[in-house]
């Protein structure tokens, strides 16, 4: 017996009283409803991972799986990524001017827009594209397989679909998110920097001595970091919902719609937490430049 059903078997009431105490019912079982439902997805996604990340270290996919989802995760993504963080980068400069011309301090303009997406914007920027793009199409592809039965069939030949269907594509994300993250952090200098200087008029020595003096080698490797992270996530939970898709056509794009949300969910989640623990990490290390800050 579902739920609603359990909700239907109780005693319509009659009184204040009664409707009190119905609502509170009905609203404690929908809690524990969504509480049940959010600890069994936790819990078959962290199955899937482990599943996962016992065949990546048992045995790596041939090239002929690998390539071709190499292919279509960085080189497919690559304009998207590029076009979109040239433009973050002009939107930057446009919101932030205002603000920092008003304090007489718009030669530090270069400083926050790079720092701002190299540590932040570039990582959740190239997880967005890649969640949008690639998250939701594995999730498609595979409910696709699912629904048609080939995944049975792989595994009925002697195929582990883990290993054939899923590890490719994890390697995908993990190996090319870094670079798509590079590509969307330099797009967005490019474009802060182009509007900075052309149209704001900027003194271009003053913008790139700022820009330098406020971005280090640690905020770059902090954006790549999470960019691994972001990857990961997305590879795990695109496939999770297409092995996990319901039956039908509405399954499927349920299953690619859950893969891009869910995705974006964690992708903002980890960035908060991966923030404050490289921060602190940072502190440890050089607390004096901390101090300074």
């Not at 005693?11 to 119905?22: L, Q």
Request: proline residues 4%; aromatic residues 10%; hydrophobic residues 50%.
């Amino acid at each position: 017996m579902s739920h609603a059903d359990d909700i239907q078997a109780l005693p319509r009431p009659n009184g204040w009283s009664d409707r009190i105490s119905y609502a509170m019912v009905s609203w404690l079982t929908d809690v524990g409803a969504v509480s049940i439902d959010a600890v069994t997805a936790v819990g078959s996604i962290a199955i899937f991972a482990l599943r996962t990340g016992s065949w990546l270290l048992t045995r790596l996919p041939r090239k002929e799986t690998l390539l071709p989802n190499f292919y279509q995760v960085g080189v497919r993504s690559l304009p998207v990524v590029a076009l979109t963080g040239t433009f973050i980068g002009m939107v930057l400069a446009v919101q932030s001017y205002s603000q920092f011309a008003g304090l007489g301090l718009q030669t530090r303009l270069g400083g926050v827009i790079n720092i701002t997406l190299v540590t932040e914007l570039g990582p959740v920027l190239a997880g967005t594209m890649l969640a949008g793009r690639v998250g939701s199409a594995m999730a498609a592809e595979l409910g696709t397989m699912r629904v048609t039965e080939q995944i049975d069939a792989l595994s009925s030949m002697g195929a582990n679909p883990y290993h054939y269907l899923v590890v490719p594509r994890l390697l995908a994300c993990l190996c090319l998110i870094p670079a798509l993250t590079v590509v969307a952090n330099f797009m967005g200098v490019v474009g802060g920097a182009y509007y900075s200087i052309v149209h704001l008029g900027i003194d271009t020595f003053h913008y790139w001595h700022n820009s330098q003096s406020f971005v280090g080698n640690y905020d770059l490797f902090t954006g790549l970091f999470k960019s691994l992270f972001f990857g990961g996530a997305i590879a795990l939970l695109g496939c999770h919902r297409g092995f996990h898709c319901d039956p039908g056509a509405e399954g499927v794009g349920r299953a690619a719609t859950q893969a891009f949300v869910y995705s974006f969910v964690v992708i903002i989640v980890m960035d908060l937490f991966l923030g404050i623990a490289l921060i602190n990490i940072y502190d440890m290390i050089w607390p004096e430049e901390s101090a300074l800050i």
